[in-house]
């Protein structure tokens, strides 16, 4: 079984519209979760962290639900702008797993 | 933040042969770590890059294959040796600026490989 698992889309979404997907990981004594963003052809680059609280920044909010092992990313009033793969992140023992990523298209 | 180059950002290579990326951080960084991903796959940890000791390696990657060296703690390069087809891929320089919690962790630009 894969450390993390995602569910690869894609998501084809118009502009405007809510998207959202979940993760899975499977070491339930990871320590810290993560969103990366990577566009097509670039490095990922850290979107947020995610916190057992839920966290919003802007139009993006995370959850964390440690006892099912599974994280959540919602993007609302979606952006063309807002179109890569999103990737989620687990991080343990100074090392990030990273899962295959989903991929998110906003059409006009 | 810290500001990561890797050289060279893309390259051909001949089967058979090896090619040695470097990495160059604007400021010193305790760790550094070599990724892989392949088309269409995820980010796969090749190994941790120790200043002044062996690299540590992730299980799948060897040191005769993936060789790594870490000078000081702003550099490090990593050598793809005996290159075959299946070694096209991306290879991503990453540090982590900060005490290790993994929101401080940042990565270059990536050097593509294409293995002929």
């Known amino acids: 079984r894969k450390e993390v698992e995602q569910d690869p889309g894609p998501f084809n979404v118009p502009e405007g519209a809510t998207v959202a997907f979940n993760c899975t990981y499977s070491n339930s004594a990871s320590q810290s979760f993560f969103w990366y963003r990577q566009d097509c052809r670039k490095e990922p680059k850290l979107l947020m962290s995610v916190y057992s609280s839920g966290n919003e920044d802007g139009r993006f909010t995370a959850q964390l639900n440690r006892a099912s092992q599974y994280i959540s990313l919602l993007i609302r009033d979606s952006k063309l702008s807002d179109s890569a793969t999103y990737l989620c992140v687990v991080h343990n023992d100074y090392k990030l797993s990273f899962g295959a990523g989903t991929t998110v298209t906003v059409r006009a | 933040s810290a500001v990561i180059s890797q050289k060279p950002s893309r390259d051909i290579c001949q089967r058979g042969t090896s090619l040695t990326i470097q990495c160059q951080v604007d400021?010193?960084?305790?760790?550094m770590f070599w990724y892989r991903q392949q088309p269409g796959q995820s980010l796969t940890l090749i190994a941790t890059a120790n200043q002044g000791s062996e690299a540590t390696y992730e299980s799948g990657f060897v040191i005769d294959k993936f060789p790594i060296s870490r000078p000081n703690l702003t550099f490090s390069t990593l050598t793809v040796s005996n290159m075959s087809p299946e070694d096209s891929s991306i290879y991503l320089c990453?540090?982590?600026?900060?005490?290790?919690?993994?929101?401080?962790?940042?990565f270059g630009e990536g050097s593509w490989l294409t293995v002929v």
């Open positions: 990453s540090v982590d600026s900060g005490g290790g919690s993994g929101n401080t962790i940042y």
């Open positions: 400021s010193q960084v305790t760790m």
